[in-house]
């Protein structure tokens, strides 16, 4: 059992920056697109590049465990402020199956920042850059 807790956070940090890796790629490669969703929603199309970084260097750094904790923190903050912005907000008037999906995928963006806000609390885990340098509960 001790084996199986030891690869615990590090898939855990796979699973968690998978997501925020593909997601940076498909931006970029859909820059245009991507750069006019957000205009519409009322978010400034400046700041692709910002989110573009944000995504693909913190999820890098979380799949690796480097500065584990900080990566974390910021993409916690991210899936919240996105998850208002593109999910939340929309929500208010929308009814029935539309405004389930939208109140769905805004608790998706809560869940991944819990879970991100785990590995602030608890580090990176063992195979990782940092050399598995968790901090014991207390």
Not at 81 to 98: A, I, K, W
Not at 102 to 124: D, E, H, R, Y
Request: neutral net charge.
């Amino acid at each position: 059992m001790t084996n199986l807790l030891s690869y615990a956070a590090p898939v855990g940090r796979v699973l968690l920056s998978l997501m925020f890796i593909t997601s940076g790629l498909q931006k970029i490669t859909g820059y245009a697109g991507t750069q006019g969703y957000m205009e519409m929603m009322g978010v400034p199309g400046a700041l692709l590049p910002l989110v573009i970084l944000v995504e693909v260097v913190g999820g890098i750094a979380l799949l690796a465990g480097w500065q584990a904790r900080t990566a974390a923190f910021l993409l916690a903050g991210f899936s919240l402020v996105s998850g208002v912005l593109f999910h939340l907000v929309p929500s208010f008037g929308m009814e029935g199956m539309e405004a389930q999906g939208q109140m769905i995928s805004f608790m998706k963006n809560v869940t991944i920042a819990g879970g991100m806000l785990m590995v602030v609390a608890f580090g990176p885990g063992a195979v990782s850059v940092a050399q598995g340098k968790a901090v014991p509960a207390e």
